[in-house]
Structures are given as structure tokens and as C-alpha cells.
């Protein structure tokens, strides 16, 4: 700043320079507050009167400010020390079994006032000082990741490495842990997928896939429950089985109307060849972007296990269509039952192949033999020349059932239905957890899945419907 400057601001800050303001002596406001105090009458006693306040500065000068610190601009406020903040108060006694209520006695009265009317009205207004501190200790313990069996696991029970991520191929980055929930109708709905503890070693990704989706409204409404469960011998295991979680979804999407009223009018014979095309599409979009990717069949596959729910709560059918291992389970009265169905008699070798394995489905047929798919009006194209027989996939699996108030259904990928059916432990644990209870918050029903056990280390993917 030029000397010129410095000169300015000195004289506009300076407490010692005149008002420049014209003024009227006489009759302005200071003049009367000036007068007040020696107009008003004394004390009585001839005690003099308080000097006056100091008058007001004049107009047009500011009050004087503290001189600056060095190397501050007069108008800075000067720093502040770091902010600090209470410690925690120390820790309570430990908390009791039984709750317990701290109220204060009642204040005594004081001398001269009347005693309260035991009878009369206690409670306390806004204005009132009574006031009533209540204590009530409440243990809440943590959820956290425990294991069955007679020993721990070899691995750590939480994630150690990541994945390896490479340029341009972030977007098929999938998460450590997905975890998701919703209610409908009577039922709740607790789903997880988490990696399994060989796969955190390594720093290799979750090659299980889940997505729950809800497609219409209102009583028609139909909740989805997919579970892939890519194979472990492939690279991109993982992507297929997003692949048919994502296939899967779309096409019940685009039919989710005619299946809720299947499901809500009990036509069995309907849904399941319904499900068993959308199915069998599913499965040959997963062959031909294996084609694209250069790899076989085989190398880009996945195994699909769903679950269909109708948020009608007058409707309590739970419907099950899928290919390829995992587990369905159902806990009635403290004990489960395995509800896997019955595969049917394999196709022969050679016999027509539609949908890659597939019996032929029932369809309607146009006038010039053209068979009907499930969306109407869409004829399918003639299918490309096989001349090998193509190897058909596992069987196409499908059960409706009715629950009952107090049933759990749970849907499981291999990693989850091995240990359960290998080791009672873990199906004991979870029949003691999940009976004559309230459903698990989302964080308990992640901590039950990861109930871990030697010598099951794969990725684990479960989905459960409590019954209200």
C-alpha cells in the first residue's frame, strides 16, 4: 500500500480525528440523553448521584479497535487455538439384567409453604423444576463373525486383499460384500452375498452374483430373488454370473404381469414352462457372449437359482425355478427341511435340442408353423444347424409352494448349501437364531451368513423369507 494509501486509512480509523458531520447543538437526541441524569431527582439521604455513562461516540467514527498483531491486517480476527472437545465421560458400571429406574425423591418444602396434595396432579409443565432422570442400562452387543465346528478356520475372518484392477476394466469391478432387504405383503426379505474367505486371500473377486428387484405395484407387484454362482476354474466367472442375474431380471420383467397372476390363480403347469423359456433364454445369451469373448461354453456359465414372491398378502405361493446346484431349505417348527426338487429323467442324445438341453415347450403354433414365445405375438426364428449334439446343461428345476405363518424359506448358492449340508453345526446355529424370532436387522442376518466353517471356503450367497 503507497504512503498516500496508509495516510487515508489512518485517518479513517483514527479515533482522535473530528466528525466532519454538521450538527445542530441544542435540540438533537445526545443533547436530551446529556440532561436526563441531571434532571432526574436524587436519592434520598444526600447521596450523590452515579456519574452518567459515557455518551455514545459521534456519528460517522467508529470505535476504536485493538491494535493489530504484526504481520495481521487490522481487520483480522485473531486466530483462534485449535478447537477442542470434551473427553468421553468415563466408563458406567456394567449393566445389570434387570432394568433399572433412578428417580430423585421429591424436593422438600420450605419453611412456611404448605405440603404438595399427594392426590393432586404431578406432572410437571414446562415452567416446572420437578424433573425426573431416568437410567436405563441397555446391552447392545456388536454383530460379529463367529465359526462352528471344533476349530477356527485356516483364513482370517475379514477381507485381507483386493482384487487387481486394470485400466478400462473398472466397471466389472465387483464389492467384497452386497447386502440388501425389503418387506412385502406377509414376508420379509433378508438377502447377502459375501466372499468367501479363500477368495480374500487371494485377492480374487466374488464370483457369486445377487439382485433383488420388485417389478409392478400394489398387490400385483412381484418380488425377485436372483443367485449366479459363477465356476471357480474360470477368469471371468464373475461377469457370467452378473450376466444371468441381469438376463434373468429383464425377461421376468417383461412378463412380471402374466406370472403374478399365474402365481396368484395357482396355474402350476403355466409358470413352469413360462419360467423354463426365460430360463433357457438366459442360458443361450450366456453361450453366444462367450462366443464374443472367444471362449467356450463352459468357460462363460454360471449356475441360476430364483425365488418369486408376490406382494399380494392374500397370496402366500413362493415360487422356485433355476439350473444348477446350490440349495433350497425351509425351517418349519425349529427344524429345516431340504426342499431341493427332484431332478427329471436327462434328455436322450440326439433328440431335438431346443433352448440347449431343453424338452420342447408347450406353445401355440401360427398357420404357417411358427411356434409362439412367451410374449405374444413374437415368433421365434428357425434355429441354426447343429451338427454336433450340443451338451446340455443340468436340469431345469421348479417348485411352488405354500408357507405358512412362522416359515423361513432360505435360497442358497453352493458355497452356502455344501456347509449346510455338511456340517449340522451350522444348520443348528442357524434354526436357534432364526426360530420363534423376530426377522434379523441386516447386519445380524450378514453376521449369521458368515458363520464360518472349516473346510468351506467358497463364496457364500443366501436369501431368506421370513413369514409373518
Sequence with gaps: MTQQGDNWWDKLYDDAAP??????????????????????????GGTPPPPPDPPPPAHGVLPALPPPAPGRAPWE??????RTFPAPPPPADPPVETPTAQVPAPPEPAAGEPASDPGADTAAGPDSDLT????????????????????????????????VARPGELAELVPDTVLDGARYGTCTLRAASVRGDSARYRGEPRRDALLTARFGHDETA???VAVAAGSRAAEDAHLAAADACHWIAEAVCRSHARLSEDIRSGRRGDLKSGLHRLTDRTYGKL?????ERGLAPDEYTATLRCLLVPADPECRTRVFFGIGGGGLF???DGAWQDLEPLLPEPVAVGAPVLGFGSPPPVAEATEEGDRLTMDLGI?????????????PPEPFRFRASVARPGDTLLLASPGLAEPMRGEPALAHALADRWTDREPPGLAAFLADTQLRVTGYADDRTGAAVWEA
Design 379 to 391: 415368433t421365434t426364428a428357425p434355429g441354426p444347424v447343429i451338427e454336433e449334439p450340443v451338451p
Design 19 to 44: 466528525d466532519t458531520a454538521p450538527t445542530v447543538s441544542g435540540d438533537t437526541l445526545d443533547d436530551h440523553f446529556d440532561t436526563a441524569p441531571r434532571a432526574a431527582p436524587g436519592p434520598p
Design 77 to 82: 480476527v485473531p486466530e483462534a487455538g485449535p
Design 222 to 224: 412381484l418380488v425377485l
Design 287 to 291: 453361450r453366444t457372449r462367450a462366443a
Design 330 to 332: 425351509r425351517l418349519r
Design 132 to 163: 425426573v432422570e431416568v437410567s436405563v442400562p441397555v446391552d447392545l452387543p456388536r454383530p460379529r463373525t463367529g465359526f462352528v465346528g471344533s476349530r477356527p478356520p485356516t483364513y482370517e475372518p475379514e477381507p485381507t486383499a483386493l482384487p
